[in-house]
């Protein structure tokens, strides 16, 4: 996902333009585009490379951008860590989740994950990865913003109507036309709510399967998913689509139960 546009200076001026400009750099580096030179950086952010050069030198002091001597391009520094450390920390579904992350690998032998929603894009903050050669897996941090995807249908599913329809209207949920989903996407979301549960069979790529379900808290707030993935191959060779729904709608419920919320809430 490329990184926010540059801040309009008529809005935003002075030290917070920089502070979001900076920002917007750091959000331009993404597991598919991992390693960016200066014009990648300033294409992407709307910014002049000679801006973005001065943000990335003094990024890379801080520690949160890496220099490659060699070729001149940047990678995210550790430094990164620093920061995210104290908030994955204080994540209590993540730290509720990975016990039972760890019970739905082992059960099912295949990834699991959990994710929190940010408003338009599920983000991975867990995983326990498959022990299977072949497998599917996502780092952590990994952004979703596609209608297709289950983890997105299940969050989207909590929201009124109304502002899943504008997400998807204005293209910050993507939708691929001809993805074998119901063209009606309002009671489709209706259904992943009644059934607590959606599944991306080959609807992002032939060969991805993902089963989520939502994880609650006391309030009976969806505050994560719990997501299994696999080989497509795999699942329909094996026939494991429903073990695999059930088992993420098992430990889904566990971390709500964790978390304070009961079918009663």
Not at 16 to 38: D, H, I, K, M, R
Not at 198 to 226: H, L, M, Q
């Amino acid at each position: 996902m490329a990184g926010r546009p540059r801040q309009d200076n008529g809005q935003v001026q002075g030290a917070a333009a920089s502070l979001l400009n900076g920002l917007a750099v750091l959000e331009a580096f993404t597991v598919q585009n991992p390693v960016l030179g200066v014009t990648e950086v300033a294409q992407r952010v709307g910014l002049h490379k000679s801006t973005v050069s001065r943000i990335l030198g003094g990024l890379a002091e801080a520690g949160y951008v890496q220099r490659d001597e060699e070729t001149g391009r940047y990678r995210l520094g550790l430094g990164l860590l620093a920061l995210s450390g104290p908030l994955l920390a204080d994540l209590d579904v993540r730290r509720a989740a990975l016990p039972y992350l760890e019970q739905l690998t082992e059960s099912t032998q295949e990834t699991s994950a959990i994710s929190v929603w940010n408003g338009h894009e599920a983000i991975v903050v867990e995983q326990v990865a498959s022990p299977h050669q072949v497998k599917h897996t996502a780092t952590i941090g990994t952004r979703y913003n596609k209608f297709e995807s289950s983890s997105v249908r299940v969050f989207l599913a909590e929201l009124a109507p109304g502002l899943a329809t504008e997400l998807i209207e204005s293209g910050r949920i993507l939708r691929t036309e001809g993805d074998g989903l119901p063209a009606d996407h309002a009671a489709h979301l209706l259904e992943v709510a009644r059934q607590a549960y959606a599944v991306n069979d080959g609807s992002t790529a032939e060969e991805e399967f993902g089963v989520s379900a939502p994880v609650r808290d006391y309030r009976g707030k969806v505050v994560g998913c719990i997501t299994a993935s696999a080989p497509r191959s795999r699942v329909h060779k094996h026939a494991t689509r429903d073990t695999l729904v059930q088992a993420v709608q098992h430990a889904a419920a566990e971390v709500s139960i964790r978390l304070g919320w009961s079918a009663a809430t």
